[in-house]
């Protein structure tokens, strides 16, 4: 019994090492500079629709076609800012936000209070 308990423990520490080295690696924060460049902002599957944006890489600037993103959005961004899953376009009064979560390497969605799919892809 010994002897199964110490291979039951000793195949367990390999497998706690993968799990801390994959979650970790998961949360690690991409930088205003990694993430600067241009975007669109379109509905899901509707890329003709897609907003312009840019975003600058200090101090969360924002800029592109505003007025095309506050109509999809329902707020007019004036910033932006990363967390560890989420893009987030932030109202340019610093009242709301919101928050894109991070679908692979440069492809953003969220979900908006009325249900519309929304995309925020990097286009360079």
Do not use: K
């Amino acid at each position: 019994m010994q002897r199964f308990e110490r291979m039951i423990a000793l195949g367990a520490v390999p497998l706690m090492v993968i799990t801390e080295v994959c979650m970790a690696s998961s949360l690690l924060l991409p930088n205003a500079a990694q993430l600067a460049g241009r975007w669109q902002l379109y509905p899901e599957y509707q890329p003709a629709q897609a907003c312009e944006l840019r975003l600058g890489a200090s101090g969360g600037e924002l800029s592109g076609d505003l007025a095309c993103a506050e109509r999809l959005l329902g707020l007019r961004p004036g910033s932006w800012l990363v967390t560890p899953d989420t893009l987030a376009l932030v109202g340019a009064d610093g009242s709301q936000a919101v928050h894109f979560s991070r679908q692979g390497a440069g492809h953003y969605a969220l979900i908006t209070a009325n249900g519309t799919h929304l995309v925020l892809d990097r286009q360079d």
